[in-house]
């Protein structure tokens, strides 16, 4: 995925806490890097994560796929950038994290999500209708 | 602040990703266990600071002030302990955490909070009448 | 994977911090929690993962699957448990995670890691002669 | 402090799984912030946290007073600055956040932090002369 195919994509740097005792950002702040990069998205179609959680609809990983391929450390800065397909009631989103100075990838994610509604995966007919003209605009 | 004098203390162990790329706990990590001290410590009496919060009651803190005396590293495990105070509306905890492999300090603490409803800071009835059993026990 | 037949398990409870705007423990977290189970094992075992760095051996987390099935919350006590097995250069850890008041399984994840050794994965001699030990000991 | 009085101020955004379940930003993040914009400021004078503790120097803080005055929540934007002064052998950070949506003080602080040379606060003359030089610059 490039920044001319890829449907979102933000902009980070490396703070030194997200690295570990190995010098390296810990695998876990990967995750939070994606999730960002998912919610920033999803605020810049006019979605907040926040503002559903308080009505009660719940967007919810049900998954995780994470390839770590090489590692990003103190003074970094990078790209995660994301695309994303319905397959089901699940959203799978594609995601990649890019070190901008070397131009290597650094991480190769698959993660799927669904809304939950009163505690049940439910297609969210509203959150559909979004994403599908999101969708509909990128081809 | 010993054993016999602490109000309450919880044991933890440091876990790898908690230490950053000095090999070393990062600072801010002491301020979560300083705070699971607490919610643990709120638990024990009964109280607990995620229902208040769902009830409109939230317990804030307000001012930290944390000393650094040795650092906490892979494999320690620690002791972290509170006292208590109340002056006007601000509750006071008096908080360390020692190593205990070691047996040195590692952070010495004080942190102000107050109850804040419907977002003022009030003294709430409820939740001081139990700290005062407690105190009172203590004594 | 049970008590019995989990190689090595850890009993924490959530930490308030630990949860997120949904009230539930974020999905990163758990990925701390399966990473510290693994870093106990390897310390039971007499393994270091701290020490391994410092020698020049890095022990490399090349991928995550992670299923999450019921969320935990602020209170809960679980436990992560692990078994493993070598597959060519990569060992491969299987984990749970199972909240201990509702019984009910929390997460299910597949990591594979690798021993890094001057910036390549490597089959390390030693560090594979104790996890044989202990594989062989459990059959 | 404003953008024309401080030393140096970096811009951020909240991410999510940096609030907790009160809805708005952990207390102990505002630690990671603040520790960020002071690492980025080195940075930004030629100074990097990370070389400095592989060649055996580490920049290490003593000694942290927070006023938490209104807090960050999901979405909200907002800058860190810091000034800084020589206090013996100690380096004091001055720094706030603020709010760039509502203008308002989000968090006061005041870091102390000190050169450790071979486990001893020493003062490290290196940095001292590039700090010297930037405040001269300011006046």
Redesign the interface.
């Known amino acids: 995925m490039t920044t001319e195919t890829a449907l979102f994509e933000i902009r980070l740097k490396v ?3 997200e ?5 390296i950002v ?4 990967y ?2 890097y994606l ?2 990069a998912r ?1 920033e998205f999803l ?1 810049s179609i006019g979605l ?3 503002d559903y ?1 308080y009505r009660g609809i ?1 967007l ?9 391929k090489t590692p990003l ?3 970094d800065s990078f790209v995660v950038n994301l695309n994303m397909k319905k397959e089901g009631v699940r959203w799978l989103f594609f995601q990649e994290i890019w070190n901008e100075q070397s131009g290597k990838i650094c991480v190769k994610a698959k993660i799927a999500a669904v809304a939950v509604v009163n505690g049940r995966p439910k297609n969210c007919a509203e959150i559909d209708e979004i994403f599908n003209k999101i969708l509909a605009k990128k081809e």
């Open positions: 703070r030194d806490y690295c570990d005792l190995q010098g810990n695998n876990a702040n995750q939070h999730e960002h919610h605020r907040s994560f926040a959680h719940d919810v990983v049900t998954r995780v796929e994470i390839d770590y450390t103190s003074g």
